[in-house]
């Protein structure tokens, strides 16, 4: 069973730096998945951030993440993260972590990132 959990949201100031981490809750992440973070602003579509490999670590971003948006993933603690730098406030939204692992698709519940200005 595959189901991802986020944690890390929150409300922060402009130029502020955050984390968020994907887990897989009561289970672990195997070599073949593929992470992946989107978000969802307020009236508007859902956006790919980015993907990585779970095994290779392999990652591509969305153009327009590339800058600020660094996914990673860390065996030992069993997570995959989605480290952003000079949050804006367009930066608002809901921050979802997606795992495909064979044809099965599963998302996490998301997780609310609030930036005021």
């Known amino acids: 069973q595959v189901q991802p959990a986020e944690s890390g949201g929150g409300v922060v100031q402009a130029g502020d730096s955050l984390t968020l981490s994907c887990s897989v809750s009561?289970?672990?992440?195997?070599?073949?998945?593929?992470v992946a973070w989107y978000r969802q602003a307020p009236g508007k579509e859902r956006e790919v951030i980015g993907t990585?490999?779970?095994?290779?670590?392999?990652?591509n971003y969305a153009a327009s993440m590339r800058c600020r948006f660094t996914i990673y993933r860390n065996y030992h603690e069993n997570r995959a993260w989605l480290h952003m730098n000079g949050l804006k406030p367009e930066d608002t939204a809901i921050y979802s972590c997606?795992?495909?692992?064979?044809?099965?698709?599963?998302w996490g519940q998301g997780t609310q990132i609030t930036v005021s200005s």
């Open positions: 997606k795992v495909q692992r064979d044809s099965v698709v599963c």
């Open positions: 990585i490999t779970w095994g290779a670590g392999s990652r």
């Open positions: 009561g289970g672990t992440f195997v070599v073949d998945d593929m």
